[in-house]
């Protein structure tokens, strides 16, 4: 799924711009207990993990964390502005809570059949946790660009 989120604000270098276009592996919808579809990424990494033991949950969490927490954000809430377009009488807000799923990462080559090995999932507490990472990286990312400017 390809997606291209144009700040609009004339202030952003284009830098800024060209940075927050991509492809999301996969986006899936899923039926939760509750009768509610989940929407939800996937995104697949080939990384190797040094001295891996892809069964340990906190190791494949700081690998996460240190190499794609940016990422993660962003796919996150581009993923609820999305959706904004299919649920228009429902908040960001309304939308995470009742249809954000979170976003997994498969590190393809420590998953095994039958298990939870290589594969990390994330969630935020509220769309407003997800909503303030968001706001610091787009932060961070105007910033670099004046200074490269």
Not at 119 to 124: D, H, L, N
Request: hydrophobic share 35%; aromatic share 14%.
């Amino acid at each position: 799924m390809g997606f291209h989120l144009d700040s609009h604000d004339p202030e952003d270098s284009p830098w800024v711009n060209r940075l927050c276009k991509g492809f999301i592996d996969l986006m899936f919808v899923r039926k939760g207990d509750d009768g509610k579809d989940y929407y939800s990424i996937l995104d697949w990494k080939s990384d190797v993990m040094d001295d891996a033991d892809y069964s340990d949950k906190d190791a494949l969490a700081q690998k996460i964390e240190e190499e794609y927490s940016v990422q993660r954000v962003l796919y996150s809430y581009l993923l609820i502005k999305w959706l904004r377009q299919f649920f228009g009488d429902m908040s960001e807000e309304e939308i995470y809570d009742n249809h954000f799923g979170g976003i997994y990462y498969a590190l393809a080559r420590g998953t095994r059949a039958q298990t939870s090995n290589g594969i990390y999932c994330q969630t935020w507490k509220s769309f407003a946790d997800l909503e303030k990472s968001y706001i610091n990286i787009t932060a961070l990312m105007k910033s670099s660009a004046k200074e490269t400017a």
